[in-house]
């Protein structure tokens, strides 16, 4: 009896794919191309089944070319490259893998907020271009974290996850805006107040995007919610780059 066939989208760990080879009949893109929409779906003809990243999107036009495919499983939380609708009518199963990712992606914003704040990729840019000379009182001086507002757009496990790491240390005051309020135990052991939108966007000193990206949230941040933004403020997008209106899905 042959195996099933599978696509394994990107490059994956080496042990993986030997363990996938166990099971199934694997063509795997090891030499990590980044394929069009008509190269993936090329390389998806025959195949039972298909192992995607956020990149590789899967929609109606695909799945018409690709009867056979039975389910595409992404290797990611997020599964907005998947057409959920057009993969429910044409009977594949969609996969994705929530959780896995929530306390490295808590640690990984904070990250990017204190990096921004210090300004320290910028300085250390200047450093490796040659440019320092001597030291300047107001070079690269940059923003506080501590004692500074904390805005959360999106309160779910990562944004829960960004609002405890904030106190202990910090002493930050922490906001946030969810499309529906947490409840008051879990507001208390965040030590996160409700706010509007708006408000958000105007009282933060730092303000850290956690949205899931669906249609609803898709630009949510333009020039009109800059404009609303402290000049000081920092902004950090740790969410799908379609948040932003400057940002289109690139075309194949």
């Not at 080879?21 to 694997?26: H, K």
Request: glycine fraction near 8%.
């Amino acid at each position: 009896m042959s195996k099933p066939k599978i696509l394994v989208a990107r490059c994956f760990f080496p042990e993986v794919i030997a363990r996938l080879e166990q099971y199934f009949e694997v063509e795997a893109n090891q030499s990590d191309e980044t394929w069009s929409k008509a190269q993936l779906t090329e390389r998806l003809q025959g195949k039972d089944g298909a192992f995607t990243t956020g990149g590789d999107r899967i929609d109606a036009e695909v799945l018409a070319a690709c009867p056979g495919l039975k389910i595409c499983a992404n290797m990611a939380v997020g599964y907005n490259n998947f057409d959920i609708d057009a993969m429910t009518a044409a009977g594949v199963l969609a996969t994705n893998a929530p959780d896995v990712l929530t306390e490295t992606t808590a640690d990984f914003g904070f990250a990017l907020m204190m990096a921004t704040a210090r300004r320290v990729t910028e300085s250390e840019h200047y450093l490796r271009a040659g440019k320092w000379s001597k030291w300047s009182y107001d070079m690269f001086a940059g923003s506080d974290i501590h004692g500074a507002t904390l805005g959360i757009l999106g309160m779910g496990r990562i944004g829960q996850g960004i609002a405890k790491r904030r106190a202990h240390g910090f002493g930050m005051k922490v906001i946030y805006h969810n499309r529906s309020r947490l409840d008051a135990a879990l507001e208390a052991e965040c030590k996160a107040s409700y706010v509007s939108k708006e408000e958000l966007l105007k009282t933060a000193d730092h303000l850290v995007l956690v949205l899931p990206y669906s249609p609803a949230s898709h630009h949510t941040i333009g020039a009109a919610e800059l404009a609303l933004m402290k000049p000081t403020a920092n902004l950090i997008n740790i969410a799908r780059a379609a948040l932003w209106t400057m940002w289109r899905w690139p075309q194949p």
